[in-house]
């Protein structure tokens, strides 16, 4: 028997409980709504246990999918092997490696995560075709990606279809397009809609016109015999992502089309009030809140604080300083929710700032305070050295190699030709010339390699 945390709210409990097919529910950030959705499959299932359906478990961010895969196989015992929880890429991936065969991908596509690695096919594609390459690839690819996510067309659009058709490879945005593709096949519909006896979205407000398109071809027409229950859970006002295509009315858009009904959950756990209401300033500013407003009771006051400062070098001073008291006195007391721990540790504190640039002054003033502050514009930037970079992709090499993307980024770390790279024993015989030449990296690596080639 499984453990009950807390006692849903009454709001909660109607979500968690209705039996309609088409179900919104709209929640902020900290209102339990991952909660919902978990009561709700372990109802669905345990009810069922004999069944043979699944239910897929849909949501933003690989983290979140974590959590909710971790809360479904804490709560549901072996039943939470029924459930398949990942990201909606995620899910067009693994629908596209299944069964991506019959709209002519191969057995394992490569999908092409670097915008380097995009760069590179598309300009070979277009020399090859002997057009022009554009002077700045990479806006290409911006506007690429934001066209495609909001189902419009760009430049470039049909040239990039056909040369990542050309090397067997998606991208991202590719990858949902394709698995639309794949739903319009009336057999890969009907093995989904066989397969999947309810659908749940979470971070609904995250959703791109894209994306609501696989999810629709997937849970089918409201009227299908074959209709998916499906719910949605989010909050409608905003989206943090809208500068990549997110629209949080797609919300709306689906109650309208499908007649869901709507749960408002009223009770913030988690959030403040101040911090959300600032939120709700900014997104008003910038144009994106959206959805009806309802009555919320937050469980914190929260803290927000403005300051101007005269110059990057002022700002620097005052955010270290103010990081500082805040390690050294923790947050204010009547700041917090009843119960809050005010303790506040280094790993707590994060400073954004548009670019890396704008944070150096920050930088320096934390230092100049005795810290040592970890700084990153993308994941890449934790593998500082040659060594790691390269460690990195031999291993992609080993799991992969004939992928073309890993060719070109050993050729492209190694200041060789990509034919120099095809093999885990080329990287190593390159390191040995290297190590030769007296390359410190290269020495290292050189041991390494050794090892992972015997290892192979």
Do not use: C
Not at 20 to 30: E, F, H, K, P
Request: without cysteine; hydrophobic residues 45%.
């Amino acid at each position: 028997m499984t453990t009950i945390p807390y006692q849903l709210s009454a709001d909660q409990e109607a979500a968690a409980m209705s039996d309609d097919q088409a179900i919104v529910v709209v929640a902020s950030a900290g209102s339990g709504k991952t909660e919902v959705a978990a009561r709700r499959v372990e109802r669905l299932l345990s009810k069922s246990p004999d069944s043979a359906f699944r239910i897929l478990a849909l949501s933003y961010t690989v983290k979140a999918a974590d959590e909710l895969r971790e809360r479904f196989s804490t709560r549901l015992g072996d039943l939470h092997r029924r459930v398949d929880t990942t990201t909606v890429h995620g899910f067009a991936h693994d629908l596209l490696r299944q069964h991506g065969t019959r709209i002519g991908l191969p057995v394992e596509p490569e999908i092409l995560t670097r915008d380097e690695d995009r760069a590179e096919l598309l300009s070979r594609w277009l020399k090859a075709e002997g057009s022009t390459v554009p002077d700045d690839l990479l806006a290409v690819f911006r506007a690429l990606d934001l066209a495609r996510a909001r189902l419009q067309s760009a430049p470039f659009l049909n040239e990039w279809n056909e040369a990542l058709a050309s090397a067997g490879a998606l991208d991202y945005a590719s990858m949902l397009l394709r698995a639309i593709d794949l739903l319009e096949l009336p057999s890969a519909r009907r093995q989904l809609a066989r397969l999947y006896g309810h659908v749940i979205v979470d971070e609904a407000q995250n959703l791109t016109a894209a994306q609501y398109a696989l999810l629709t071809a997937l849970i089918g027409p409201l009227n299908d015999g074959q209709h998916v229950p499906a719910v949605l859970i989010g909050d409608d006002k905003q989206s943090i992502v809208s500068f990549a295509g997110a629209d949080p009315l797609l919300i709306a858009r689906f109650s309208n089309e499908y007649q869901a009904t709507r749960f408002e959950l009223h009770q913030n756990f988690r959030s403040a009030a101040q911090i959300v209401t600032l939120g709700e300033v900014v997104a008003t500013e910038l144009g994106h809140l959206r959805g009806e407003s309802h009555h919320v009771d937050y469980a914190a006051k929260g803290l927000v604080e403005h300051h101007e400062a005269a110059d990057e070098d002022d700002e620097g001073r005052f955010v270290a300083t103010w990081i500082s008291t805040l390690l050294k006195r923790g947050i204010p007391t009547e700041a917090l929710a009843p119960g809050e721990t005010s303790h506040v540790s280094q790993d707590d504190v994060a400073v954004l700032a548009r670019s890396a640039a704008a944070l150096r002054a920050t930088q320096s003033a934390l230092e100049a305070e005795g810290y040592q502050p970890a700084m990153s514009s993308s994941s890449e930037d934790w593998l500082s050295t040659l060594a790691g970079k390269v460690a990195y992709e031999v291993v992609a090499l080993m799991s992969a190699g004939s992928h073309r993307s890993t060719h070109w980024q050993l050729a492209r770390l190694m200041g060789v030709d990509e034919a120099d790279v095809r093999s885990p024993a080329d990287v190593a015989e390159g390191l040995r010339v290297e190590r030769r030449a007296g390359s410190a990296s290269a020495m290292v690596l050189a041991s390494l390699m050794a090892r992972t080639v015997a290892l192979s």
